[in-house]
């Protein structure tokens, strides 16, 4: 091959792999998450630390009096994830001292498992006011948020999907962070278009997605 799109895990035996390839002329673009170390051409995704700390902000407006949160995200060799816990972390610490970030758990990535994860933490760790997903199994979390009984947990969450949309409407979520998946898969092949046919390396180490909060009124059905 001459070229690798790839959404990898930050895992070394990924990266000596990935700079093999590089060693062989292959040119690597990363998308949706990233990989540190190698020698790719460019990172295409969300602003993955700014979107953690954008859900930061929305939790903290959400808490006005402070309150407790849990964080539920997906497998930790992902770096995307582990940039969006970082920013929103960050954001808490220096803006809402008030709200108390109680757990961060790790599931994979799935609705079975994060609904699991869920209704342990829910029990183990009251009262819980707010609720960080940063991966999938949304639809799983709110399931077990809505069997619980417990009213007003404020989710915040990523991605515009089906699900999301309904949990909306439903007034179980709060805000979700858009990140162009469109555009993810649309801008590597077209860099490495302009690379081979006109010789144009990308602008930016970083090329940069649109991220864009949605709410009940803004959200298309």
Known sequence: ISALVISPLDENSIKDELNKLSND???????????????????????????GR?????????????????????????????????GFLEVIKSEYPKVIVDAITHNI?????????TVK?????EPINAIYITARG???????VKESGKKNIK????DKIKETIELINEKIIDFTITQEPFMQGYLPIKILFDYFFYNK???????????????KQNIDS
């Open 155 to 158: 989710i915040v969450c990523f």
């Open 201 to 215: 390396m990308p602008a930016d180490e970083h090329v940069y997605t649109k991220l864009e909060i949605l709410t």
């Open 109 to 117: 990535d799935n609705d079975a498992d994060s609904y699991a994860h």
């Open 138 to 144: 949304i639809a799983g979390v709110c399931r077990a």
């Open 54 to 86: 954008v859900a930061g902000d929305l939790i903290g407006k959400l808490l006005p009096d402070g309150g407790r949160v849990i964080v539920i995200s997906g497998p930790e060799k992902i770096k995307a994830l582990h940039d969006r816990i970082e």
């Open 25 to 51: 002329n292959v040119k690597i673009v990363t998308y949706n998450t990233d990989i540190e170390g190698t020698d790719r051409m460019c990172f295409v995704g969300q602003d993955l630390k700014k979107s």
């Open 121 to 125: 933490m829910l029990k183990t760790h």
